[in-house]
């Protein structure tokens, strides 16, 4: 079974569409396999080296994504997404994230959070995008 608790390919969940790029920052190591199937045309980064049309980051500690947001921002398109993923309470993985942090953070930088998913059984994602107003 996929990811997460859904019957869904997390490359689903995420909306990669073909064409993508797609920037990756401290996947676990089975990332790409959790994906499932890409669309099309995808290119998936480990670096953020230009636009992309997704971030999908991975972060532990508020002051580690408190210093990166900004970078992971500048690097989406007006109609592209951040994802945050962060350790869920129960994976026993030392944290002081929680949705409610990301959202702070996300909110702080201009962006608002649409969508939330289970990556797997350790990572929660809140996706995070420009207002509908900002995208012009």
């Not at 969940?13 to 401290?26: D, E, S, Y």
């Not at 398109?77 to 994976?91: L, Q």
Request: with cysteine; net charge positive.
């Amino acid at each position: 079974m996929p990811a997460g608790s859904s019957s869904k390919p997390l490359a689903e969940k995420l909306g990669i569409k073909p064409g993508f790029v797609v920037a990756v920052i401290r996947p676990p190591k089975d990332y790409v396999q959790r994906l499932g199937r890409i669309p099309e045309r995808v290119s998936i980064r480990e670096r953020l080296n230009g636009p992309v049309n997704l971030v999908h980051a991975f972060v532990r500690t508020r002051a580690d994504l408190e210093a990166r947001f900004a970078r992971w921002k500048d690097a989406i398109s007006r109609d592209g997404s951040v994802w945050v993923s962060w350790p869920k309470r129960d994976a026993k993985v030392p944290t002081d994230l929680t949705e409610d942090v990301v959202r702070a953070v996300a909110l702080a930088h201009g962006l608002v959070d649409v969508k939330v998913c289970a990556v797997d059984e350790t990572w929660s994602a809140l996706k995070l995008v420009y207002r509908l107003r900002d995208r012009t």
